[in-house]
């Protein structure tokens, strides 16, 4: 079974907050990585796992025919308002309804670590792309560099996850994400850094923002609002800047592989 029933469900609380403030956080890694893959215009480009289509739109901007899929109907509602001409469907990222070799460019920014199975994930954004097209996977960087990796540390002792349950930002040590690309049969051609900060103006805004995204939904489905809210409280407040501002600063990393000639998938 894949991820796209339970993920669908705890992304779809409040998708317009998710669409208009967390989701434009990301912002950076988007641009910095569709930089990295120009030239994009006239290419097929999907984004999978591709939430409120921002970078959707976004490659849109720079000339691509695009694509994209997401576990959450009332996120993709949103990406169809912000790109109507756009091939967007809901499905789940380890079970893409594409045929084989249907896009010149494949995206995933942080959403395979959301997958039951990441390495199947990964061996479908391999499946989808063209004979010499790439794939480019996003994700949280070095969980030492992520300030916010305080936060999913307290989320993990109020709702700890079953025994073989990779940490939210485990696919982020070195070599994981490259080891699941190689294994899809991709050949990994270029990587890169981003930092990027989460910031907010006050403890009630960043209650809603964070409140819009799937992990902590879950949490508080388990512990109950106030104790999820206490220790996002905590957390923001041992990482407020010497200026009072409330802000996690992180880094975040891209991997593009490509797909060879003689790669056919399994």
């Known amino acids: 079974m894949g991820s796209a029933k339970a993920q669908g469900e705890l992304w779809g609380n409040d998708p317009r907050t998710w669409a208009d403030f967390q989701e434009a956080q990301m912002d950076p890694i988007y641009q910095v990585t569709l930089d990295a893959l120009e030239p994009l215009a006239g290419q097929a480009v999907l984004d999978a796992g591709c939430g409120a289509g921002l970078a959707v739109r976004l490659a849109a901007d720079r000339g691509a025919v695009v694509a994209g899929l997401d576990a959450c109907a009332p996120l993709l509602e949103i990406a169809r308002d912000r790109t109507p001409g756009g091939d967007l469907r809901t499905g789940d990222i380890e079970d893409l309804p594409w045929a084989d070799g249907s896009f010149d460019v494949v995206t ?159």
């Not at 109020?158 to 930002?169: D, K, V």
């Not at 996690?248 to 797909?259: G, K, L, M, S």
Request: contains cysteine.
């Open 108 to 266: 995933a920014f942080n959403s395979i670590q959301y997958a039951t199975d990441p390495a199947a994930a990964a061996r479908e954004l391999a499946r989808v792309c063209r004979s010499g097209g790439r794939v480019a996977v996003a994700v949280w960087g070095d969980p030492a560099r992520c300030e916010t990796e305080a936060l999913f540390a307290r989320l993990k002792t109020l709702a700890p996850p079953p025994p073989g349950t990779p940490a939210p930002l485990g696919i982020s040590e070195p070599g994981v994400l490259e080891g699941l690309l190689e294994k899809a049969g991709l050949t990994v051609m270029a990587d890169g850094e981003v930092p990027a900060s989460l910031c907010y103006a006050d403890h009630e805004q960043a209650w809603t923002a964070h409140t819009s995204a799937g992990p902590l939904q879950k949490v508080i489905e388990i512990a109950g609002a106030k104790a999820v809210r206490r220790a996002l409280h905590d957390v923001l407040e041992a990482d407020r800047k010497p200026d009072g501002q409330l802000r996690q600063d992180n880094v975040f990393r891209y991997v593009i592989a490509t797909r060879s000639e003689e790669h056919t998938s399994e």
